[in-house]
């Protein structure tokens, strides 16, 4: 037997623009702790680099980590210039995806059936089998990737409890969790 729930969403400018804005900010989140300890690699190897120690500054080793700090602070300022921006390009590309659904103001549908999940909107119907999806909880967040490297997200505020819980046991059953 085949029992297909269907969940509707109704489009909402405020919640999709914080939907959008929390998976930026969890996609940077691990490369904000790399960055850091770039960071601090660069600072302690500057500071072994240019710091005058009694004959350290004729061996090889000082060399080293004067140049190796000037690359990695180099790095550093690049990741950050990267993340600003990406952040203005994700905002502009938001504001245009979202002006674009909220001219057709029409609902969105997430289908669960036994054999596959399938996201439909105004626009486009994605729908994958259960062996290719995969999902992530992340607080009241849920981020679905039905395909590699495209991803649904939901809050758990957008259904109702019920249909909250019957998202998260159609996840359970049939996908694997991300790590």
């Keep these: 037997m085949n029992h297909e729930t269907i969940i509707e969403f109704y489009f909402n400018t405020t919640t999709e623009k914080q939907n959008q804005n929390f998976y930026f900010n969890y996609a940077w989140r691990k490369v904000w702790k790399s960055w850091v300890k770039i960071t601090i690699l660069a600072v302690i190897f500057l500071f072994l680099g240019f710091y005058p120690i009694e004959n350290f500054d004729t061996n090889l080793w000082y060399y080293f980590f004067k140049y190796a700090g000037i690359f990695l602070a180099g790095y550093s ?76 997200i939901t809050h758990k505020s957008e259904v109702s409890e019920d249909q909250y819980k019957i998202m998260i046991q159609y996840l359970i059953r049939n996908s694997k969790e991300q790590k």
Excluded: R, V
């Design 77 to 152: 300022f690049i990741i950050i210039n990267q993340y600003f921006t990406s952040k203005k390009k994700f905002k502009i590309e938001i504001d245009k995806m979202i002006d674009k659904f909220s001219a057709k103001n029409e609902p969105h549908f997430l289908i669960l059936n036994d054999e596959s999940i399938e996201f439909k909107n105004p626009f486009n119907t994605i729908k994958s089998s259960w062996e290719n999806t995969s999902y992530k909880i992340a607080g009241d967040y849920i981020i679905i990737s039905p395909i590699k490297n495209i991803f649904y």
